[in-house]
């Protein structure tokens, strides 16, 4: 199954910033608890994104990356109180809120899937390719993503007759928006999308009781809104609460679609047969291939990512692949329920490759959670900034910029070091003239 016309998946990867490090700051996301404390390696997080990037450019899919954010975030902290020179504000607030700090340091806006929501220009009233840049209320390390993911996004889809930018949704509890995570775009023969969101919580409904439900249901309908979407050609669907309280943070850590495919859990949905069926009749050709509790607990899935996996199509014949992390590997289960997924003849999936991310996972972040989709005509990326597409000649000139600026250790206090702030500066200055991005910063502002 194809894309209409030229229509092609674009996978925007997040770069991973300098101050990669794990201080612990996603509640409800086990990797993220779990880890809080340990050593990370920046330059090396860097670089098995870019290695993921180049692998999923070989299999013939157009890449593309979007830049890490200045960390630790200056104007934050100055917003909060803190002034003096750049150096007073950290000390002052390493001193007095160490944890308010650490959260101005995350380089949590590596998870591109959470940079914001796209819907491509055929699915649109309109025609133009949408843009909602995710407002990520529920974490405050997150909430502080928007403006610079916004001008970022501008940076790259910068031509006004073909891409519309909409602002992140109000911060309001309201509209918790966790962008793409929770965002499926399906579609059947004819190339027309089913949009699938899919929330942890709405007004009405009771949601988990252990963790938070970072997606709400008003969020996800203001974006369908906003994107000009045909009402007929949405579902929406709740989360399984128990889920959520197991780690399943956003729906991507349970489901992942492609094409006319769904791969999912049997405790993804509070209402699994009835999502489903809803899917179904909007798209006929659905193919749900279903995962169960007995083979794969939805611990297992939590801890091996399996479905955070990306699911690509690859080549003109409809075949698709699945693009693992290595901890799916590990797990003897989850490994040979792959096996008996790709060996399956009545789904498309023929392959499954592992990549190793394994210091992005240790936060909870897996090969789908970098990339954001942007599907476009050969005409839009013809449209949008070439210097921030993937090729061979790129990997190796962001290989050599991350060797020039990114420390191969980093502690939760090494977070404090003034010379940290100067590092990660120099290298998003450099970083924005390899990609020809503009001034996208504060602090080059
Ligand atoms: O929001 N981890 C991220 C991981 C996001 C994964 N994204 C998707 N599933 N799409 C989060 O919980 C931990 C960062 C830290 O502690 O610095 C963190 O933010």
Known sequence: MTLPLSLAEANFDG??????????LSYGNVASLSNEGSVSNPREAAKQGFTKAAFVASL???????????????????????????ADVIAAAVKEDPILFARTCSASAMWTANAATVAPSCDALDGKVHFTAANLRSMMHRSIEPPTTARALKAIFGNDERFVHHSALPQADLFGDEGAANHTRLFGPDGRGLHFFVYGRSEREEGPKR????????????????HRLDPARCVFARQRAESIDAGVFHNDVISVGNGHVLLTHEFAFADQAGTLAAL????PQLVVVTVRASDVSVEQAVKSYLFNSQLVSVGAGGAMAIIAPTESHDDPAVKATLDRIVADPSNPIQAVHFQTLRESMRNGGGPACLRLRVPLTDAERAAANQAAFFTPSLHATLNAWADRHYRTELRP????????LDESRAALDELTRILKLGSIYEFQR
Do not use: C, M, W
């Open 15 to 24: 770069i991973v910033g300098p101050t990669h490090n794990y201080a612990g």
């Open 60 to 86: 013939g899919i157009v890449q593309g990356f979007l830049p890490p954010h200045e960390r630790p975030h200056v104007p934050t902290l100055r917003a909060l109180g803190f002034s003096g020179s750049d």
């Open 211 to 226: 963790f938070p439900a970072r997606q709400t249901l008003a969020a996800s309908q203001a974006i369908a809104r906003l």
């Open 280 to 283: 179904k009749t909007a798209l």
């Open 413 to 420: 206090a090494d977070l404090a070091d003034p010379k940290l």
